[in-house]
Nanobody, 126 residues
Framework: QVQLVESGGGLVQAGGSLRLSCATSGRTFSRSAMGWFRQAPGKEREFVAAISWNGGSTYYADSVKGRFTISRDNAKNTVYLQMNSLKPEDTAVYYC???????????????????WGKGTLVTVSS
């Protein structure tokens, strides 16, 4: 059974940092693009960041560029999202996703994933 399990969410003050982790099991994603999306209350899910299968390329939403960093450790089957300079508008449930089809960060990867975790809540207070 394929599982993606996010962790690391919580409550933080504006300007603070959090590091999210996404641990995978059930199949290997070491040759899959992976990414993070988020959904704020009352809004649609949106793309945050994605990384190619070997970490060689990354892609970020304009709203997080320069503040968030995505990385992966294929030996640990884990993807990370380091979030710095957090803002109240970053408050959302953050979801980890994995592509079952693509190794690179394609437009399809940035719009949707084939496998999803259940999410972790990040709350940024002002």
């Amino acid at each position: 059974q394929v599982q993606l399990v996010e962790s690391g969410g919580g409550l933080v003050q504006a300007g603070g940092s959090l590091r999210l982790s996404c641990a995978t099991s059930g199949r290997t994603f070491s040759r899959s693009a992976m990414g993070w999306f988020r959904q704020a209350p009352g809004k649609e899910r949106e793309f945050v960041a994605a990384i190619s299968w070997n970490g060689g390329s990354t892609y970020y939403a304009d709203s997080v560029k320069g503040r968030f960093t995505i990385s992966r450790d294929n030996a640990k089957n884990t993807v990370y999202l380091q979030m710095n300079s957090l803002k109240p508008e970053d408050t959302a449930v953050y979801y980890c996703g994995a592509s079952g089809r693509y190794m690179a960060v394609t437009a399809d990867v940035r719009s949707d994933m084939d496998y999803w975790g259940k999410g972790t809540l990040v709350t940024v207070s002002s």
